[in-house]
């Protein structure tokens, strides 16, 4: 009798399971939607000289694109350019503008100037300002690829919600 109680709440629970309504206009929980783009990505990096010599390649390497009123920006978290600089830097630019495809970024400007953390301020560096900006979200990616001074940037990273 007790096996017979056993099978049966199985049964009942196998059941309730397998004719649970679902909806055909539910999205995957892992989807990216351009509504949420805007967020963490972890990739690789590249950067290069402007006589075309690779100065650092980076895994692993953090960029937030944080949506902002009129334009959005850009965080390179602790980022490092060159190996001949024994520490990285938090940086960060605006003038950003996500385009009406919802997936090409572009500069609202043809430059935006940089700032980076510098005894524990935001500071400016138009030493190394950025151009020849563009950037583009795939379903779960990120791409970008920018002058930052006269040195080249290129970048390729995964959506994370870490």
């Known amino acids: 009798m007790k096996y017979t109680y056993l099978t049966w709440a199985l049964c009942l629970a196998c059941a309730s399971v397998a004719f649970t309504a679902c909806s055909d206009d539910e999205k995957p929980e892992n989807e990216i939607t351009i509504s949420t783009t805007y967020g963490k990505y972890v990739g690789s990096y590249e950067a290069y000289l402007p006589d075309g010599t690779l100065s650092k390649d980076g895994k692993s390497q953090v960029m937030r694109i944080i949506k902002g009123e009129n334009s ?91």
């Open 72 to 162: 959005d920006t850009l965080y390179m978290d602790q980022i490092r350019f060159t190996d001949k600089v024994h520490y990285a830097f938090d940086i960060r630019f605006d003038g950003i503008k996500l385009m009406e495809d919802g997936k090409t970024l572009k500069l609202a400007s043809a430059t935006s100037v940089p700032e980076m953390i510098w005894k524990n301020e935001w500071t400016t560096m138009p030493q190394y300002t950025i151009s020849g900006f563009s950037g583009r979200f795939t379903a779960d990616s990120l791409y970008l690829d920018f002058k930052c001074g006269e040195n080249i940037l290129t970048y390729a990273g995964k959506y994370s919600i870490k």
